[in-house]
């Protein structure tokens, strides 16, 4: 948050036991996939996709096209390391409850051997996201809908092969059989790795936050894919002024490092320990 401090992160294969990259749109990134793979990193995507239109995702390619990006990375890496996100759940009168569970049923069955896992979760209303969100939701959702939705998208993911999960909330679904779960998860990493992994819950985050230990190296202020919803965008006035900033020479996503800035190298190493995992 501190733009003049700034962690210096070794990222050789030693240090770094797998990467989690999140994303709306991973078409730009599938022609670099194989220069990852060939340096040895393991890796998974969580990979967002809603079904909201341009007026609540303005810059986002056409469903369509993000689906079939979609069933193109799980044909390069595999169903198990392309993870589903239906996040957030807005519930309002434009995107009543039916229009979420006929969505759901949709993309489900279009995603249908294409995805292991969907995780979701309902939207929290931050102060800085308020206001732009006034216009498509007026408050967060109330347990008694959450339960309906739960419901019925828990019997429509049973259908389609594609377990059910929850992404940072205390309400509790397992009765529909839907458990709480987590981005950072340390049964998939153990899996993809093949090693099992000595780690704790990461500190800092939120509460109900079942994300295991990392470090993040993503930057506010520099998506532009107009989600209203979004907690990491201040404007897109920031965004723009970002995205010019870009140098794909530098060490930083966004800009240089200068003088006057506050250097610290993070320890890492390795989580694995020395017993091979079976599954």
């Not at 030693?14 to 060939?38: G, R, S």
């Not at 390619?61 to 689906?67: G, L, N, R, T, Y």
Request: net charge positive; aromatic share 10%.
């Amino acid at each position: 948050m501190n733009p003049k401090q700034i962690s210096k992160i070794p990222l050789n294969t030693e240090a770094v036991d797998c990467i989690v990259f999140w994303t709306k749109n991973a078409a730009p990134m599938m022609d670099k996939l194989d220069t990852i793979d060939a340096l040895g990193y393991p890796y998974y995507f969580q990979w967002t996709m809603t079904p909201y239109g341009k007026s609540v995702e303005y810059n986002l390619p056409d469903k369509a096209k993000v689906i079939d990006s979609f069933k193109a990375l799980s044909d390069k890496i595999g169903s198990q390391r392309t993870i589903w996100r239906y996040d957030p759940i807005i519930i309002s009168r434009q995107f009543p409850i039916a229009y979420h569970v006929h969505a759901f049923a949709k993309m489900c069955h279009l995603l249908k051997g294409y995805t292991n896992k969907c995780i979701f979760s309902y939207i929290d209303l931050y102060a800085k996201i308020r206001k732009r969100t006034k216009s498509i939701v007026d408050s967060e959702t109330d347990t008694q809908t959450m339960f309906k939705i739960a419901e019925e998208f828990a019997e429509i993911a049973k259908l389609n092969n594609i377990s059910l999960e929850t992404c940072s909330e205390q309400t509790e679904l397992s009765q529909f059989g839907i458990r709480h779960s987590a981005c950072i998860n340390k049964h998939t990493i153990e899996t993809i790795i093949g090693y099992a992994i000595d780690v704790k819950k990461v500190k800092g985050q939120r509460e109900y936050c079942q994300c295991i230990d990392s470090i993040d190296i993503g930057a506010y202020d520099c998506c532009s894919h107009g989600c209203v919803y979004c907690y990491a965008t201040a404007s897109e006035k920031a965004v723009l002024e970002n995205r010019k900033r870009h140098d794909v020479n530098s060490p930083l996503l966004i800009g240089r490092p200068c003088v006057t800035d506050k250097i610290t190298e993070r320890i890492t190493k390795t989580l694995k320990n020395s017993q091979t995992v079976l599954f």
